[in-house]
């Protein structure tokens, strides 16, 4: 079964500071990938995906991510914080689980909590 | 473009009552999600549905049943209210069967049962 990893629960960043939001997938063949971004009592908003090509994606609100097949591997990156980005960052992998059509939903990670001090 | 809705935004039940959540979304998606969200658990699928008329289980199915009889809408029932199920729910949709295209998600519905 498909899994993700999101090994830091909390995160404390200072405002200007680079940040890396770890993820570690599981999965038999090519995952998709995502970063969803979810402000205090919000929903989900993607900040990025991956399925093919290019590893280095880049996503809004500055941010990027990189796959790393060898370590399984999907860290999101942004190289300056701002205090609004202060949220939990989930990571999901998207495949064929349930029902082989492609129409399954998605697999989540437990979310990282990011703290922006000032 | 209201993009995906869902009513109501708070409840609170009591052990054994029932109750249905309201997802609707104005993007003609074919596919639409209900998750679960717990502190510490992330999001886990409840039910989700590739069209109108269709449904499927997910992750965490017990306690929950779904109805999709529009396109536009996905209904989640709680026919009996359990303290577990204490939750923020989402709804999702997504317009593409590759797993790959995006899910929209709504504002969230937070349930408390007493």
């Known amino acids: 079964a498909q899994s993700v990893t999101q090994p830091d629960i909390h995160i404390t960043v200072s405002e200007g500071a680079s940040l890396e939001l770890r993820c570690n997938y599981s999965?038999?063949?090519?995952?998709?990938l995502f970063w969803y971004v979810q402000s205090p009592g919000q929903g989900l908003q993607l900040l990025l995906k991956?399925?093919?090509?290019?590893?280095l994606v880049q996503g809004i609100k500055g941010f990027e991510a990189e796959f790393k097949r060898s370590q399984s591997s999907f860290n999101l990156r942004k190289p300056s914080v701002h205090w609004s980005d202060a949220a939990e960052y989930f990571c999901?992998?998207?495949?064929?689980?349930?029902?082989?059509?492609?129409?399954?939903?998605?697999?989540f990670g437990k979310g990282t909590h990011l703290i922006i001090q000032p | 473009n209201a993009g995906v809705t869902q009513t109501p935004k708070f409840r609170v039940l009591k052990t054994g009552q029932s109750m249905t959540l309201l997802c609707a979304q104005d993007?003609?998606?074919?596919?639409m999600y209900w998750y679960r969200q717990d502190p510490g658990m992330g999001l886990r699928l409840i039910h989700y549905?590739?069209?109108?008329?269709?449904?499927a289980k997910g992750e965490v199915p017990d306690g929950y049943n779904v109805s999709r009889l529009k396109k536009q809408n996905f209904l989640l029932g709680l026919e009996s209210a359990a303290p577990s199920q204490t939750s923020v729910y989402f709804c999702?949709?997504?317009?593409?069967?590759?797993?790959?295209?995006?899910?929209?998600f709504g504002p969230g519905t937070r349930l408390t049962v007493l």
């Open positions: 999702a949709s997504r317009g593409g069967q590759l797993a790959v295209v995006e899910q929209f």
């Open positions: 999901a992998v998207g495949a064929e689980k349930y029902s082989g059509g492609g129409a399954d939903g998605l697999t």
């Open positions: 991956y399925f093919s090509g290019d590893t």
């Open positions: 993007m003609n998606h074919e596919y």
């Open positions: 999965y038999g063949a090519t995952p998709y």
């Open positions: 549905s590739v069209g109108e008329g269709t449904t």
